[in-house]
C-alpha cells in the first residue's frame, strides 16, 4: 500500500491493514510453532507407548496361556481354588502381573497419544480447527453466519 496521497486516505487504510497483517503473520507462527510443539509431544510419547503396548501384549499372552493350562488339568476340579493357584504359579503370577499393571494404570499408557489427541480436537473444536491422531492441525472453514 502506498504511503501519503490525498487527504491521508492511504495513510488510514495503512494502519488498518498493517496492524490485521501482522496479526495473520503472528497466528499462522504461533499456529506452526504449536502444531510443532504438539506433534513433537506425541511422537515422543510413541516408543514408550511402544513398550508399554508389548508388555502388555507379553503378559496377556502369558496370563491366558497359563489359564489355559490351569482349566485343562484335571486335578484343578478336584483340589480347592487356592491349592489349584499354587499348582500353576505362572497362571498365578502372570494374573498377579496382569491386575498389577492394571492398577498402575497401564491401560492409560497403552492409549496416550490418543488421549492427548482427543483432548486438543476438543479444545480445538472452539476455535474451528482440529487434529489428527500424529499432532497435525486441520483447519476447518468458516462457519457462515446468515
Not at 503396548?53 to 496377556?60: G, H, K, Q
Not at 492394571?102 to 472452539?126: D, M, N, Q, W
Request: hydrophobic share 45%; net charge positive; glycine share 4%.
Amino acid at each position: 500500500v502506498e504511503r501519503g496521497e490525498k487527504n491521508g486516505e492511504k495513510d488510514v487504510a495503512y494502519l488498518i491493514v498493517c496492524p490485521v497483517l501482522m496479526q495473520l503473520f503472528c497466528s499462522s507462527a504461533d499456529l506452526k510453532a504449536f502444531e510443532r510443539r504438539l506433534t513433537e509431544y506425541v511422537s515422543c510419547l510413541q516408543p514408550a507407548t511402544g513398550r508399554w503396548r508389548m508388555i502388555l501384549i507379553v503378559v496377556s499372552v502369558c496370563t491366558a496361556t497359563g489359564a489355559w493350562n490351569w482349566l485343562i488339568d484335571p486335578d484343578t476340579q478336584k483340589v480347592s481354588f487356592f491349592s489349584s493357584l499354587w499348582n500353576h504359579p505362572f497362571f498365578t503370577i502372570s494374573c498377579v502381573t496382569l491386575i498389577g499393571l492394571f492398577f498402575a494404570g497401564i491401560h492409560k499408557r497403552v492409549v496416550a497419544p490418543s488421549i492427548i489427541a482427543a483432548r486438543c480436537r476438543t479444545v480445538l473444536a472452539e476455535y474451528n480447527m482440529s487434529c489428527d491422531d500424529t499432532g497435525k492441525l486441520i483447519l476447518k472453514p468458516r462457519p457462515h453466519i446468515q
